[in-house]
């Protein structure tokens, strides 16, 4: 038995003979001011974005991969970071080969020590899925996994990102329950509410200092 393994043996032996706590607290609290009509909270969650320089704009499930090529084209981009096994991967992909386009796709199919300087300082662009977003604070919800770890979302400069109109919600609260979150959770979940920026250095703010310069929402309206 290593040290981890004596350690969660000694919590969970430390729980035998207890009895949990009542959840005994007021929902509402944390909801009730917090809830938006059904056809305010893309409006709103998109004002949430734009009001800290992130770029939203709303497309198809159909017509986003265009819009990807295009917000690369405009800036210049020739090589976006991808999930090649995921849904949205092949679906860019696809786009990719009948457009007959020149942008390169690649994939983070290595352990980062093994291309760390590529990926910090040669990789401008990613593309990944979300889970949900709120539209109370403006935030996308990502949960990292072994196709697209938590770097590519953090690392390349600008981040473009995916996310169902149907899977916004009012309030963390309510992306929980709605999600399952109590089932299981992944190593790390992350709240994305808009490009990196940091006011460290003599309250000047800049941004991409710790992540994205640039983030990039593209909102897949339903059919």
């Not at 949990?20 to 009509?37: F, G, K, S």
């Amino acid at each position: 038995m290593n040290a981890r393994d004596r350690i969660l043996a000694r919590l969970r032996t430390s729980l035998e003979g207890t009895t949990a706590l009542a959840d005994d607290y007021d929902e509402a609290l944390v909801t009730e001011p917090w809830r938006y009509a059904p056809e305010r909270r893309i409006a709103r969650l998109r004002e949430m974005l734009e009001a800290v320089h992130g770029e939203t704009a709303l497309t198809t499930a159909a017509q986003w991969p265009a819009r990807v090529l295009e917000a690369l084209a405009a800036r210049a981009i020739e090589e976006l970071l991808v999930a090649p096994e995921s849904a949205h991967g092949r679906q860019l992909a696809a786009h990719l080969a009948a457009a007959g386009g020149t942008l390169r796709l690649k994939a983070y199919d290595r352990p980062v020590e093994a291309w760390k300087d590529e990926l910090f300082f040669h990789t401008p662009a990613s593309l990944t899925g979300t889970l949900g977003a709120i539209a109370a604070t403006g935030s996308l919800v990502l949960w990292p996994t072994p196709q697209e770890p938590r770097l590519m979302s953090l690392v390349p400069p600008l981040h473009i990102a995916l996310l169902k109109a149907s899977e916004v919600h009012d309030n963390l609260y309510e992306a929980m329950r709605a999600q399952g979150w109590t089932e299981g959770l992944p190593t790390n979940a992350l709240l994305v509410s808009g490009p990196s920026k940091t006011a460290d250095i003599q309250q000047t703010l800049a941004y991409g200092a710790h992540g994205p310069k640039e983030l990039l929402v593209l909102i897949l309206e339903d059919a």
